[in-house]
């Protein structure tokens, strides 16, 4: 069993930065895939990025390809998303989800493949 907690979150303006965390407790973070999910108020949860695990491959949506950054600390069993260069669109609650990363049944973009997820963070860009 995982527990993963969001933080991070918060105001900033359009063309700013925020690095989200998502802290996991109960097992190591090392076998799990990690992905990062928002969903925007009326619109449908939509993902963003993903990280195999360790020493596995990252996966963007193309709304943010080029501007956040996924990326994995395994002594602190704390997964990341950097996210530069904020435009209001990215405005949502932000959801960290993980699973252990076997054979792969759905795609990692896929909410399905994830077991465990935690409460999410609000990330608000103002124009």
């Known amino acids: 069993q995982v527990q993963v907690v969001e933080s991070g979150g918060g105001l900033v303006q359009a063309g700013g930065s925020l690095r989200l965390s998502c802290a996991a407790s109960?097992?190591?973070?090392?076998?799990?895939?990690v992905g990062w999910f928002r969903q925007a108020p009326g619109k449908e949860r939509e993902f963003v990025a993903a990280?195999?695990?360790?020493?596995?491959?990252?996966y963007y949506a193309d709304s943010v390809k080029g501007r956040f950054t996924i990326s994995r600390d395994n002594a602190k069993n704390t997964v990341y998303l950097q996210m530069n260069s904020l435009k209001p669109e990215d405005t949502a609650v932000y959801h960290c989800a993980a699973d252990l990363d076997v054979v792969a049944y759905w795609p990692v973009s896929d909410a399905r493949g994830y077991v465990y997820w935690g409460q999410g963070t609000q990330v608000t860009v103002s124009s």
């Open positions: 109960g097992r190591s973070f090392s076998s799990y895939k």
């Open positions: 990280l195999r695990r360790t020493g596995g491959s990252t």
